[in-house]
């Protein structure tokens, strides 16, 4: 039986995040995926480093995981693009909302600032007439996930850390975790998986929702910003059983990712043609070029969703040597360097640098 400083299941973006600084800080770690590195919901992700302003906590998270990625900012693997976030206003009232989120963003320390309508259409032409107006986060990015996933990995591997890919975590024991090949491995575990947790932890209540996602060919230079609409929060973070919003990126291959949908009770992996339809007139309602371009791919994925919709980080009340990291939905990619300095922090009994409250898991046991 190996003994490792920590255990992490998972090798998502959050996962490895994880394992590479526990490795820069001098633990063994071993890292167990049963699937491909990045190949779950890190997959699924559009990849974008956007601070979302809706609940206090996750800005805070947001905003000291947005200047962790800056390390990353001319890594070729993470394909990196500081494009910055339009957001769109199509209705008065959205517009009118602008200087209270702009206020919200500057209390985090996010820099935005408020573009009326001919700044809008000199940002990007292509954008549907009628528009109010919108907000620019110019600092802002995308990345690409599973290639970040997969450098973070190499680098945890290159300080020293074991990989056991290919094999399933079935069981949590005293000591450390059982695995489907027999095999033990001892020591403090990190459960990492995003929608699977509650096979590990199923005291930890966690909802899948699934999303679609379409790449064009390559159209370089038709969409200049990462695109979304100012009611997009309603969709990422609302309740509802499916959802839609515009979401739209320039890709630094010149392809463009369309986005975004949300549906919870799917189980099955398929494209749902009503639900693509769906998401499609509603990206061309605000870029009506769109139409005419060439799909390339239509693929689905599943966001972990928490009860209350805030991600676990942190230590498992009920359980002793046991840590979990999972449960962002759609801010996986964008937390998942705050949330490793988050965890570890807390792992190594320091005071991290961000509250940890919001995030401990023992919320979801009161």
């Not at 292509?126 to 110019?138: K, Q, S, T, W």
């Not at 996930?145 to 020293?160: C, F, I, M, S, W």
């Not at 339809?277 to 390339?296: G, I, N, S, T, Y």
């Amino acid at each position: 039986m190996a003994a490792f400083d920590l255990i992490v299941i998972g090798a998502g973006i959050v996962g490895t995040a994880c394992a590479e600084l526990a490795v820069r800080e001098g633990l063994r770690v071993a890292v167990v995926e049963s699937g491909a590195v990045g190949g779950g919901a890190t997959a699924a992700a559009m990849g974008h480093l956007v601070a979302m302003d809706d609940d206090p906590a996750e800005l805070a998270l947001s905003r000291y995981s947005l200047g962790l990625w800056e390390r990353f900012a001319s890594l070729p693997e993470a394909e990196f693009s500081r494009c910055g976030t339009l957001w769109v206003a199509r209705e008065a009232s959205e517009f009118a909302g602008v200087p209270a989120k702009i206020a919200r963003l500057a209390a985090a320390g996010v820099v935005a600032r408020r573009i009326d309508a001919d700044e809008l259409y000199r940002l990007e032409p292509a954008l549907v007439a009628g528009l109010c107006g919108g907000m620019l986060v110019a600092d802002e990015a995308v990345v690409y996930p599973p290639r970040v996933a997969l450098h973070l990995l190499g680098l945890a591997r290159a300080g020293g850390a074991s990989c056991v890919l290919g094999r399933r975590a079935v069981a949590l024991s005293a000591d450390g975790v059982r695995l489907d090949d027999g095999s033990t491995l001892i020591g403090p575990v990190l459960v990492a998986t995003g929608c699977a947790v509650p096979e590990l932890l199923p005291q930890l209540p966690m909802r899948s929702r699934k999303g679609h996602l379409v790449i064009t060919e390559r159209y370089p230079g038709r969409v200049h910003h990462q695109l979304l609409e100012l009611g997009y929060a309603d969709s990422a973070h609302g309740d509802a059983d499916s959802s839609v919003a515009f979401n739209v990126q320039p890709r630094p291959t010149g392809q463009i990712l369309i986005g975004s949908s949300r549906e919870f009770g799917v189980d099955d992996r398929d494209v749902s043609p009503a639900m693509l339809r769906r998401m499609l007139e509603r990206a061309f309602a605000f870029l009506p070029m769109l139409r005419e371009l060439q799909a390339l791919r239509v693929w689905t994925g599943f966001r972990p969703t928490s009860f209350d919709g805030r991600p676990y980080i942190g230590a498992v009340a009920d359980r002793a040597h046991t840590w979990v990291a999972a449960g962002h939905e759609g801010l996986g990619v964008t937390t998942a360097l705050g949330t490793a300095q988050l965890l570890i922090d807390q792992v190594l009994g320091r005071a991290p640098a961000i509250d940890p409250m919001p995030f401990l898991p023992s919320r979801a046991l009161q």
